[in-house]
């Protein structure tokens, strides 16, 4: 027999909410609603053993009753944050357990319960309606069941026809009679003073309907017959309001229902992700063992065969069905790791293979697998996989799914990407970690072959089950463009670029060294003769006693082991003595000496003479990328010093050139877009100066009116708006106090009233859904967006207002690299991309191709993604990178 259940979501929710006590996990997200609401739900599930279940909400605040009574449950009190915060939540949960749920606008989860028990009854089948809500004994019949909860929501209990007869004497039906006359404090129901449950059952008793009552109040006396017919309308009004609308045009049908147990792939890291261990355990899906201390030694084995000449052929008949990947190599840097193992995956068979062997001449049909770009290769951490294997010259291509890299998209602010963390969020208990088989820091030492190859093999195991989850998940978030035409083709192209290297005249650089050495020397120099003695210039503690107790300046902070010295502090110093300036600029000389110069000088590769960066896709939350070994993202060109360490930046090839092209304003263009403002739009499409078109609008002046305080002021909250606006912020930034900057803000709305309605509705939205996304629809979660706390709260929603401009504005540098690596090619060019660095693509060009790269590089990234402001480049070049620009 089919069993449909229904469930009050916002009832269960509200009940649950308040019946447990507090609960967050470690991410700061309150669950003790969901918590509460999923403990109830996976109980009646065992209990019932529904075959279809649906979850309905409440779609919003005004419903069709409200049309002809305002004052529909106005008396209620605002939703706590914290349980508004664990609505999108419990969705997703849902979601996540193969359970279907539902909502529509003007309606509320009675009505839609209400219709389809309707629907349900009508065709024969059995319903279970699970609420608190007792409103929804009316729909109770021979088909349909309504399970009330009780003690919260730990206990329910059914009603039939027969249970309701026995507790009020009425039938079903009636209970809308009982509300008509006692009326729902809860939903602002007003009913007929004067008459609660006991009085309005004894009516019914005697009179059967509220209409009955109100004709025939000549038999009655005293106060209660006179509000009666005072209040008549308003009873007749009441019963109207308590009516559920079981007309409502749902759009779910039987099939869409169908409930097939719980999906155990999509269950388990959705409850991973919010620590219900208990539960887990209670569905024996993994509970703490997963992936949290297995041993280096799993119980679950392994077929993994090593690899040899003999057995070879084995793994060459098995190379058409390998679904995934694992190369694993040790060291942080991937262009100075040691490969130590790969294992091939087929459905049911592993294949380790050792590095000593696939390098030997034997391991040729390999070799060429793993180089076919049209093999479609599946794994972990593919970019590295790259690196790792090109250093020691073995071919790689075909990257086609790399689950670090979907994860990261699926969830950027996820800490942890090992694998074998990866591994327990999707419920793969069978996976050590790599602390756990190779030992720590000093400790570490690579196993026997046995042992590694059957870590290996089980970690290539856990890639293969996770692709087709992911898949999904990419599908269901609409990443798919996102995933397999950006991000998967830009990792093959940030290898190819790393593999390049830029080319550093390492003779430069000393010089730059030296130059920077005597600067340096002159700075103590003069700092010392200042102070009138020498002192550690890099101890907070003497260079305090210094400047506070000798010279005699005032104290901005204090930290626990005495005068704060740091860079605030010393910016908020500088007029009122010369020292505190030498200071500055000796941290910034100093600074560029150790990062850059002899910093740079380390990462020199000895057999190249390039550096080597490598660019990390799976870091920044908001897209961008980020770089190590060296860091080339960092050097502080704003100072003259930092500029010239582009200097040793060089062409790799004799007479060659340097090509940088950089976005313009990239990110208040997308701003432009985004918000659709028509002040910041005219400014873009009429190429005017757009720090001087905000200062028009703010300062309402003419152009030539704008002087240069005005400008500089429009444009710190220019930036203020990308990178999230506060007045401190900008009070800080323009030396002006917070009252001063907060007007300054509230102007730049008034001019630019899209902005502000940007900023509303992306809040707005990013309360409802949990999360913001960009144009190309990377997500970032914001956990905190509904959190109790101002501080939190507030950081939550200055993120969502810039993360999408500033994620679109990484999504489009990532398109212009991946489109310009297409045109290098498709014309057969020799020109070379060699690195990005925030909004700028550099190249190393030869002569001959310069003029047509001069065009190329800026009308390609012009391209890269239609908004409705162009989008615009500037192109220079040089014999070095400080040259081009």
């Known amino acids: 027999m089919e069993k449909l259940m229904l469930i009050d979501g916002n009832s269960i929710i509200y009940r649950a909410f308040f019946a447990m006590p507090p609960l967050t996990n470690s991410s700061g997200l309150h669950t003790n609603a969901v918590y509460g609401f999923t403990n109830m739900l996976l109980r009646i599930i065992q209990e019932e053993k529904p075959t279809h279940i649906l979850v309905a909400f409440d779609a919003g605040k005004e419903t069709f009753r409200h049309e002809g009574y305002q004052e529909y449950k106005g008396g209620r009190e605002k939703t706590p944050s914290e349980l508004s915060e664990q609505f999108p939540l419990m969705r997703e949960l849902l979601e996540s357990f193969g359970i279907s749920w539902f909502e529509l606008p003007g309606y509320e989860a009675d009505d839609i319960i209400g219709t389809i028990s309707k629907q349900g009854e009508e065709s024969g089948r059995e319903v279970l309606v699970v609420t608190g809500d007792k409103d929804m004994l009316q729909v109770v019949s021979d088909k349909v069941t309504v399970a009330l909860t009780r003690k919260g929501i730990s206990e329910v209990e059914p009603y039939g026809p027969k249970e309701i007869e026995e507790k009020y004497g009425l039938t079903p039906q009636q209970i809308i009679d009982l509300k008509g006359l006692m009326g729902d404090a809860s939903d602002n129901i007003p009913g007929v003073p004067g008459i609660g449950e006991k009085t309005a059952l004894k009516l019914l008793h005697q009179f059967g309907s509220v209409e009955e009552v109100l004709s025939r109040t000549d038999e009655l006396k005293g106060k209660m017959k006179e509000n009666l017919v005072n209040h008549a309308e308003d009873a007749r009004m009441s019963k109207r309001l308590a009516t559920i609308f079981r007309e409502v045009p749902v759009e779910r049908t039987w099939d869409d229902m169908v409930f097939n ?22 569905l024996d899906l993994g509970g703490d063992t997963a992936g949290a201390g297995a041993s280096a ?58 590095p000593e062997f696939l390098k030997s001449g034997e391991a040729e049909p390999v070799l060429a697998w793993l180089s076919d770009p049209t093999i479609k290769k599946r794994g972990y951490d593919l970019h590295r996989t790259d690196l790792a294997l090109h250093w020691q010259d073995i071919p790689f291509a075909g990257a086609d799914f790399d689950i670090q890299l979907a994860a990261y998209l699926l969830d950027p602010t996820e800490g942890d990407q090992t694998l074998s963390a990866l591994a327990a969020k999707y419920g793969l208990s069978f996976l050590a970690s790599d602390e756990e088989v190779y030992g720590k820091g000093a400790k570490f030492k690579v196993p026997d072959e046995e042992t590694l190859s059957r870590h290996l093999a089980r970690k290539c195991g856990a890639i293969a089950k996770i692709v087709p989850i992911q898949q999904a998940e990419l599908e269901k978030n609409e990443m798919n463009r996102l995933f397999y035409e950006l991000e998967m083709p830009l990792s093959r192209i940030l290898a190819d670029m790393e593999k390049q290297g830029v080319a550093v005249n390492r003779d430069a650089l000393i010089e730059l060294g030296k130059e920077f050495e005597a600067q340096i020397n002159k700075l103590v120099s003069q700092i010392y003769e200042i102070a009138g003695q020498e002192f550690n210039l890099n101890s907070p503690k003497q260079l305090g006693e210094i400047l506070f107790d000798k010279l005699g300046l005032p104290v901005i902070k204090k930290t626990k082991t005495g005068y704060s010295t740091d860079a605030e502090v010393l910016e908020k110093l500088a007029p009122y003595h010369e020292i505190v300036q030498y200071i500055l600029e000796y941290r910034q000389l100093a600074k560029l000496q150790s990062t850059y110069v002899e910093g740079l000088l380390k990462e020199i590769n000895v057999k190249t003479g390039k550096v080597h960066t490598y660019f990390r896709q799976t870091v920044a939350a908001t897209g961008r990328l980020s770089s190590q070994f060296p860091n080339l993202q960092n050097i502080p060109i704003r100072l003259e010093e930092g500029r010239k360490i582009r200097k040793v930046f060089v062409p790799s090839e004799e007479g060659w050139l340097i090509l940088g092209a950089d976005y313009s304003q990239i990110e208040l263009r997308v701003l432009a877009h985004i918000s659709d403002d028509p002040g910041l739009k005219e400014a873009f499409l009429h190429d005017m100066d757009i720090h001087t078109k905000t200062a028009m609008d703010v300062f309402g002046v003419p152009a030539d009116q704008v002087d240069a305080n005005m400008r500089r002021s429009a444009k710190a909250v220019n930036f203020g708006i990308v990178y999230g606006i506060s007045d401190y912020g900008l009070s800080q930034n323009l030396n002006i106090t917070r009252k001063e900057a907060a007007r300054f803000i509230d102007q730049y709305f008034d001019a630019f009233e899209g902005v502000r309605r940007y900023m509303d509705n992306i809040v707005r939205d990013a309360k409802r859904d949990g999360y913001v996304k960009t144009l190309l629809e990377r997500r970032r979660y914001l956990p905190e967006i509904n959190a109790s706390n101002f501080n939190l709260r507030s950081f939550a929603e200055r993120t969502a207002m810039n993360t999408p401009i500033q994620g679109t504005a990484a999504d489009i540098i990532k398109l212009a690299m991946v489109l310009m690596d297409e045109a290098l090619r498709s014309r057969g060019l020799r020109s070379r991309m060699l690195l990005q660095v925030h909004d700028e693509l550099v190249f190393e060009v030869p002569p001959e191709e310069l003029d047509i790269m001069t065009k190329l590089v800026p009308e390609t990234m012009e391209k890269a993604l239609d908004l409705s402001v162009p989008l615009k480049a500037e192109v220079s070049s040089g014999t070095n990178w400080y040259e081009a620009k």
Do not use: C, W
């Open 261 to 282: 147990g719980l999906r155990e792939e999509t269950a388990v890291p959705m409850l991973r992700k919010l620590e219900f261990k208990s539960l887990l355990e209670r």
């Open 297 to 354: 030694e799993p119980e679950q084995e392994v077929n993994v065969t090593i690899v040899d000449a003999g057995n070879l052929p084995e793994l060459v008949e098995a190379l058409p069905g390998i679904e995934a990947m694992h190369v694993e190599s040790a060291g942080e840097n991937p262009h100075h790791s040691t490969v130590m193992g790969m294992v091939l995956s087929t459905a049911d068979r592993q294949f380790y293979i050792s």
